[in-house]
């Protein structure tokens, strides 16, 4: 009885500390805001994407981004942003680190809906 007691103990504290890692960080904590630079190119409006990881501990690799109709008269470095149909992969599935902006510019009439649809998250 005392062994099944044990078990189950160590079977919560174990999953407290897993919990832990990745209790504090989701997919969805990603931030994708855009804004108009101010610039215009060929009369179209310059906009800044700033995908911003508000966890503490936790860095996201392979993160992706629904980019439907995604297009720009300006080249968009491919090791910022590669798009395969209607996903584009950010910084070259690298880390986007805690607390630190990932932004990339893009020319379009209108601004396009970047929403985070995948990713890994890396937590210590």
């Not at 189950?8 to 999953?15: A, H, I, Q, S």
């Not at 800044?48 to 008269?73: A, D, I």
């Not at 798009?83 to 992969?89: F, P, V």
């Amino acid at each position: 009885m005392a062994s099944n007691a044990c078990k189950v103990l160590c079977l919560v504290l174990f999953l407290a500390f897993v919990n832990q890692g990745y209790g504090d960080c989701h997919l969805n904590y990603l931030s994708v805001k855009q804004s108009k630079t101010g610039k215009l190119v060929q009369n179209k409006p310059e906009w800044e994407v700033r995908v911003t990881n508000p966890c503490n501990n936790c860095k996201f690799q392979y993160t992706k981004l629904s980019c439907v109709g995604f297009q720009s008269v300006t080249p968009v470095a491919t090791s910022l942003l590669s798009k395969s149909g209607d996903i584009c992969l950010l910084n070259a599935g690298n880390f986007i680190f805690p607390h630190v902006d990932f932004v990339f510019n893009y020319v379009w009439d209108t601004s396009f809906d970047l929403k985070v649809i995948d990713g890994v998250i890396v937590c210590p």
